[in-house]
Structures are given as C-alpha cells and as structure tokens.
C-alpha cells in the first residue's frame, strides 16, 4: 500500500492537536498537514534545523527527539532530522517518512502525554527564517498547463498555438537550480538582451515585460541510478511532497532568445519557492482519477497505470497575489489576481513527469525539484501569468486602488498560495510562495 495515496489514522477528520491554532479550520498547518521546512529563529546564526508546522507554530525536530523517548527504528528515521540534513531523510525512503508521520501525529494529538515534553520545542512561524528546505541538486521545468501552453503559443505563433508534440510528450527544460530561493526573497529585476519588432537589431537593458508563473515543483524523496528508469508503477513512491513555485520569467527576454532551444535568460535569474514541502502523504485525500478530454489521444504504455488513472491527479486550489509598493506604503491588503486548480490545469500528472524524466536513463536524486508549468485554468481570468492576464501587453489590468500592470513593477510582491479541501477531509495549504521586485542594478 502506498502511503502516497492511501488513507489512514494521520487523515482522520476528527484527529485534533493539543496546539490549539492547528484546530480552527482556516490553518494551512492543520494535523492532518505535518509539512517539513528548514528554518531558525530570525535575525540569529543559529544552525537551520528542520521543522515542522503545527498551526501558527513551528516544531523543532532536533530539540523534539531529545525532549522524548524513541523505539530504534523510530531513533534512525529521525537521525537525519536532526542533523538537518531533509536530503538523507527523504533518501531514506517511504516507510521512514511514513514512520515518522504516524510518530508527529501521536505525539502532537489532543490528549498524547508528550505535549509536557514537546511543548517548550514549539516556535512561532512569525519568529523564523527560511532556508530553502533541501539542497535541490537539479531543477527541471514541464509546460503541463495545456491552458497556459495555448494561449502562449498563440501569443508566440498565431497560426500554430499547441505544437503536434504537446499531446505525447510532457515538454520540460533544465532550469538552473543555483537560483532558486525562498519565499520572502527580493528579485532583482534581470538585465538582457530584447528585440523590438519594428527593429533591426536588438539591445542590451533591464527587462519590460517582467511576469511570474504559477507552478507547483514536485521535490523527489528517492532517484533512480544513472540508466535505470523509474516506471510508473514506482514513480509514486520516488515522490518526497510538493511546494508552490514562481517561475520568474523575463517575456521580452523569451521572445528573443527561445527559439531554436527554448527559455535561457528569461527564466534563469530567479525561482521562488515556498518553505513548507507539504508531503504527499498529506495530499493523499485530494487525489482525483487522472482524464483526458474526448478525442485527446491517450498517454503512451510507460505514461500510463491504471493507478494514474484512478488517482493520479491532485486537487490543490491555487491564486496568485500582488501587493504593490503603493499598495504596501498605503497598508492596503494583497489583492487576487486570478486562481487556478492543479488538476484542472495539467494535462500530466506528478508520476507521469517522474517516468518521463527517467525514460532515457536520467537519475533523479533527493531533492531534485519538478516544476508543473504554469498552471493556468481554461477561463481568461484564471490564468497564471501575467502575459496571459494582459494578453501579451497589449489589456493592462487595473488594481483596486488605480494602479495598472500590464507586466510587474518595480517594489511589486507577488504571493502564490495553495489550498486543498475534499470531503470527509480536513483542508490544509502550503503556506505562502512571496518575493519582491528589486530595481535593475544601474548601467
Ligand atoms: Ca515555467
């Protein structure tokens, strides 16, 4: 039984927490949760250690484990959470990870005599800093929203929007993992080269069209060696959890540089991702039978299980925020600009990026991160980027307090957010993905 997309007593509906902010139904970090970060108290040079949030907290594992008694096996699977180190965890495999959900959740459950114990190892959200969760050796970006894919293309290539491939093959590119940060970050607005259409030739400066990408990044737990594959039937458990993603992208940038070998500049001076890994295991009861539209050919034999297909989707609400300098100075509330749903905006699923990736014999190790592509819906108004929202430029969208974006500003915040809800289950979210827009750097 995999612990991805079975059931059990960590799920249960009634399962509350001696930490009462974790019980009032509007938390992102309910029990049910249980999301792994690497953090510390902010402003200190403590070492990052992993947590794990519990309501509006946050507990520290290593000063968890040395706060309670542990059966060996329990002693092992946490000894790389201690250490802070999530990649040796996440290495260890799917019973360790499950071994320690069910350990968490007793321990953190109303009424479980560890709270004396575990009380003092609690800290406030509001009183961390993030880390990037683990070390993400390599990062690779699919193109699943099959929305986002054609109203791009028809933006790029009027008259050829969705390319033959689309429908076969999940289209992704090497992203560059060396810039990739945490939630709460500044992005320097990138440098670049860009043509204008009525132009001979094209110049060097900061970027016009600056845009975020709606994306959740899948984060391996266990790769495969060098020339092996992982098939669909293990792709499950090669899955460690999910995190919200902003795929910072450089529009005048992409236009110019992407073709014959696809995005470079525009997309590698940032990636955002959010600080809480939600695992899979906790998205277990948001699982949906993976479709595919009438007429749409079906997934190739190695893209295809009948586990995919009873369950392979995952319904996570997402929106995307923007919070304006004007709008920061002047303590105005974050406004919404468009939301989207996972499993209504991929053409792929989560196994079938994993089996793909690995088709040709490319090994995926720990902490390796899977960027979904822009999850936009199939509405004008839920799209995930802002070229999609403004029509390439050409419609600016106007803001609750006047203000117009056709593409991102300088002082900008952009928020992504993500939330699941299912009967018979207990929402939970992912926290928030934030990062601010900088100024080129002068000359
Ligand atoms: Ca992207």
């Known amino acids: 039984m995999n612990p991805n997309t079975h059931l059990d007593a960590t799920h249960d509906l009634a399962l509350c927490s001696w930490v009462a902010s974790a019980n009032d139904g509007a ?118 929203g099959i929305h986002h894919a054609t109203t791009v293309g028809k933006l790029f290539r009027p008259d050829n929007p969705l390319l033959p491939n689309y429908q076969w093959v999940p289209i992704g590119y090497h992203g560059r993992a060396s810039s990739i940060g945490v939630s709460g970050q500044t992005v320097r607005r990138p440098m670049g080269q860009t043509k204008a259409p009525d132009s001979d030739s094209p110049q060097f400066g900061p970027c016009k069209r600056l845009d975020f990408e709606l994306e959740l990044g899948l984060v391996i737990g266990t790769g495969n060696a060098l020339g092996e594959r992982i098939d669909m039937a293990q792709a499950e458990a090669a899955l460690f959890g999910m995190v919200l993603l902003n795929d910072w992208s450089a529009r005048d940038v992409q236009a110019w540089e992407y073709q014959p070998l696809g995005p470079f500049l525009s997309k590698n001076f940032a990636t955002t991702i959010s600080p809480w890994i939600v695992t899979m295991a906790a998205l277990a009861p948001f699982r949906l039978p993976f479709t595919r539209p009438a007429g749409d050919p079906q997934p190739l034999p190695y893209l295809d299980s009948a586990a995919n297909r009873a369950a392979g989707a995952i319904d996570v609400q997402l929106s995307v925020w923007i919070e304006t300098a004007q709008m920061s100075a002047s303590k105005a509330s974050a406004v919404r600009l468009s939301s989207s749903n996972f499993s209504e905006a991929a053409y792929w699923t989560a196994t079938q990026l994993v089996a793909h990736h690995t088709a040709g014999g490319c090994n995926l190790q720990a902490g390796d991160l899977l960027g979904t592509g822009t999850l936009s819906g199939p509405a004008p108004d839920q799209a995930g980027s802002l070229l999609e929202l403004s029509m390439g430029g050409k419609t600016p969208i106007t803001l609750p307090n006047g203000e117009q974006r056709t593409f991102l500003a300088d002082g900008d915040g952009v928020i992504l957010k993500g939330r699941c809800s299912a009967v018979g289950a207990v929402a939970l979210g992912f926290g928030e993905c934030r990062g601010t827009v900088l100024p080129a750097l002068a000359g």
């Open 27 to 144: 938390t992102d970090f309910p029990i049910q949760n249980l999301p792994y970060a690497r953090a510390r108290r902010a402003g200190t040079d403590e070492p990052w250690r992993i947590m794990v949030a519990i309501g509006d907290q946050a507990l520290d594992l290593a000063a968890a484990v040395l706060a309670a008694e542990h059966t060996d096996a329990q002693t092992a699977a946490l000894a790389p959470l201690v250490q802070g180190d999530l990649n040796a965890f996440m290495t260890r495999g799917p019973a360790d990870w499950q071994l320690v959900r069910e350990s968490l959740s007793r321990a953190l459950t109303m009424g479980s005599p560890a709270e004396r114990a575990l009380a003092p190892c609690l800290i406030a959200q509001s009183a961390l800093e993030f880390a990037l969760p683990c070390t993400i050796g390599d990062y690779t970006d699919f193109y699943t």
